[in-house]
């Protein structure tokens, strides 16, 4: 009747050296969409979940999903967004809702140049106002394989005490990629959230959670 899932993820000197390789690896952390930003930290985490067929503590349920595969290039997603959007608007599409229904967004966010201009333009794409957008690899780092299910916990911990987690003086304004991030802990209510997850060269994932 239930599934345990855990995510996991610790450091690894080939991974470190291959970021150090592509140049992805941030000197002064992680500033998604900023124009200050200048690439990734790697992070370690751990995380547990128990999923089941029944409603359970949280309130949170599962209401739509999409994984799609960006074959643009080997370190490079597709910097038109086209991919990010289609997969954004197939789990918005099996959560049976439209984007004007998304109360808000947990963004990839890596901070690295090509893959906030690639997510950036899918999520203009799929949008005709952005929602709110957060970001958890500034606080976290990049958890890698074990991101999807540490950002998920942490996003779905924050709303349900009733705020969006902020990241204060990181993409306040708009800039070139025109994108903000929350800036405070804002009251948010019950409805649908998209979490994405996108990985160059391969994977592209969008889950739509709901507490409603």
């Known amino acids: 009747d239930h599934a345990l899932i855990v995510g996991l993820e610790i450091f690894n000197v080939i991974t470190a050296l291959g970021f150090q390789s592509l140049a992805l690896l941030a000197p002064n952390g992680m500033r998604p ?31 739509g999903g999409a994984n799609l595969c960006d074959t643009h290039g080997v370190s490079a997603a597709n910097p038109d967004g086209s991919t990010v959007a289609a997969v954004m608007q197939q789990a918005i599409d099996a959560a049976g809702l439209t984007a004007g229904d998304i109360l808000a967004v947990k963004a990839h966010g890596t901070a690295s140049l090509l893959n906030d201009e690639a997510e950036a333009a899918g999520m203009h794409r799929v949008f005709a106002t952005v929602p709110p957008m957060l970001a958890m690899k500034p606080y976290i780092g990049h958890t890698l394989g074990a991101c999807g299910l540490n950002e998920l916990l942490l996003v779905c911990g924050a709303i349900t005490r009733g705020h969006l987690p902020p990241l204060p003086g990181i993409s306040a304004e708009p800039g070139e990629l025109d994108m903000t991030l929350n800036q405070t802990w804002a009251p948010v209510g019950r409805g649908a959230f998209l979490l994405n997850y996108f990985g160059f060269g391969g994977n592209n994932t969008s889950l739509v959670v709901a507490n409603d």
């Open 33 to 63: 969409f900023d124009a200050a930003r200048a690439g990734l930290v790697l992070g370690e985490g751990v995380s547990a979940l128990v999923v089941g067929a029944t409603p359970g503590p949280s309130g949170f349920h599962l209401r």
